[in-house]
């Protein structure tokens, strides 16, 4: 039977790969251009998922602490998934707002609760020394995911065509659907 950190930390790996490529990461600022946003609209945007973060972080914190981690990264990839299918059909400042702030949130349901799951997977498995190998590893896999996004975000949607950009955003949410799956493999005690 395999071991809760070994589990853990191989779940961990591939939820953090797959919740961590987005293929349009690497030309958002064309795309909201392409979408007719001013220079502006764009800084309002990322101040918006700025601002969801800042105000986030200590209330998704105490609903990990309350509710556990598994429901914390279930409910975060949840947003995600809500916050990218408002990019699909964004087409006015509002709705890019409402996507960044909800994108925003989303990373916050995973911060903290993801070092604190895997310490304690670690811990009941005797093995909380090989803590910084195994965040090492987990942290490794959001690396790869953004040079597989950056590399084949840009050549995909290199004619700038709302086509192209619409490929990149139905990528990213069939990854991020992968991330929700693979979060039910996640074992708490």
């Not at 990322?46 to 601002?51: Q, Y």
């Not at 105000?55 to 609903?63: D, K, S, Y």
């Not at 949410?173 to 039910?184: D, K, N, S, T, W």
């Amino acid at each position: 039977m395999e071991s809760i950190s070994k589990r853990n930390t191989t779940t961990l790996f591939w939820v953090t790969f797959f919740g961590t490529i987005c293929f349009l990461q690497p030309v958002l600022t064309l795309f909201y251009l392409e979408n007719g946003l001013s220079e502006a609209d764009i800084l309002l945007i990322m101040l918006g998922w700025s601002g969801a973060v800042l105000v986030g972080e200590i209330p998704t914190g105490v609903f990990a602490d309350r509710f556990g981690p598994k429901q914390s990264f279930l409910c975060g990839s949840v947003i995600k998934l809500v916050s990218i299918c408002v990019l699909f059909f964004a087409d006015n400042i509002e709705l890019f707002m409402v996507f960044s702030i909800l994108n925003g949130l989303s990373v916050t349901f995973f911060s903290g609760a993801d070092e604190a799951l895997l310490y304690v997977s670690l811990k009941i498995d005797n093995m909380q020394h090989q803590m910084d190998e195994a965040m090492g590893k987990i942290q490794s896999a959001g690396f790869i995911a953004m040079i597989i996004a950056v590399l084949s975000g840009s050549f995909i949607a290199r004619d700038l065509q709302m086509e192209q950009f619409h490929l990149l955003i139905m990528l990213s949410l069939g990854c991020y659907v992968l991330e929700l799956l693979l979060l039910f493999r996640i074992r708490e005690l």
